[in-house]
């Protein structure tokens, strides 16, 4: 059973079920459950539970509780809804050990997010940046503040901005202001994105109008925390990849399954990987860094095509010239 901290589905919800469903395979069913975002009130998830509780889990193998809301709710509902069943947190930070011994047999994959290595990766691709918009939904709070402290080594060179959460501006970024920003970004600047699901008003948005947002809009680089929005004209990044969080979710099944301890299960964050967009790259004039994983190659010039051809047709005609010389030969 997953409980997910939205309240809907999104790219990232979607990548972790992938994960966990194609490593356990058909003979396991997976039952999902969005219970909301942060912003919601004590009566909303008191509501969840009673609707839960009508409709209650057939002993699940294990409990996934896909971001900090709904480890919060399996920690305070988990013994009226599921008693004695593991869960395994994802999508989130390491939990402090006192709130691990909350939730009785438990353990996880803390989501590793390397602010700082993407930081380090935008001013080694692109050393004339001169300023860091940093796009992001107010559910993002902790990880503003974790990219203000990690660009004080290039503070001397380079600004950061957050758009709509700049002091005095309580508006929070909308779609359209978003558009715009990424629109206007100078060309000595780029974009770093942490995440937009939910705008100032509460209401969630799709990772298809994000997507379609870079490709319209952006006019600058825009690196990436996680790869939710690799193909959408974005450079990449320092990523993690929902799949492998949700694969290595199933992994700590598996071993449930084979009669292991939860207790005696260490949480291990799924690695970060450098995946870089090779057409974006491209794009903006920057070369791949060496060991990073490299997708969507751009297409073959059409002059670098015509000069292929021209020489597969001279050696065609070579090797033909040197079948009939041979024949001739053998004639004689």
Known sequence: MILH?????????HNIESGLSNTLGNETSIRQ????????????????????????????LAVVANGETAFAFARKFGEDLFPGVPVIFCSMDWPDPTVLNQC??????????????????IFTLKPDTRLVVVISDDQRRTLRATTDSAMKPYMDRAQILFPGYE???????????????????PEAGVVLFLGYTEDGQGNMVENQQIVSLIERRSVSPVFLITDTLLGSGAVGGVV?????????????????????AVNEMLPEPVPTE?????????????????????????????????????????????????????????MK
Request: proline content about 7%; some cysteine; aromatic content about 6%.
């Open 240 to 260: 993690v990849s929902g799949t492998a969080v949700g694969r290595k979710v199933a992994d700590i099944i598996l071993d449930i399954r084979s009669g292991q």
């Open 274 to 330: 450098v995946v870089l967009d090779g057409t974006a790259l491209a794009r903006f004039g920057m070369t791949a860094i060496p060991g990073a994983c490299v997708v969507n190659a751009p297409e073959q010039a059409p002059d670098e095509q015509g000069l292929s051809a021209s020489w597969i047709a001279l050696a065609a005609l070579a090797f033909l010239g040197c079948l009939l010389l041979a024949g001739r030969r053998y």
């Open 167 to 185: 002091p005095g501006d309580n508006a929070g970024l909308s779609l359209a202001i978003m558009g715009d920003v990424l629109a206007s970004v």
């Open 33 to 60: 459950e969005f219970l909301g975002g942060d912003t919601l009130d004590e009566d909303h998830f008191e509501e969840v539970f009673e609707q839960l509780a009508q409709k209650p889990p057939s002993s699940p």
């Open 5 to 13: 901290s939205e309240a809907l589905p999104t790219q990232w919800t």
């Open 104 to 121: 009785g047999p438990c353990t996880g994959v803390p989501l590793k997010q390397d602010i700082a290595a993407n930081l380090e990766l």
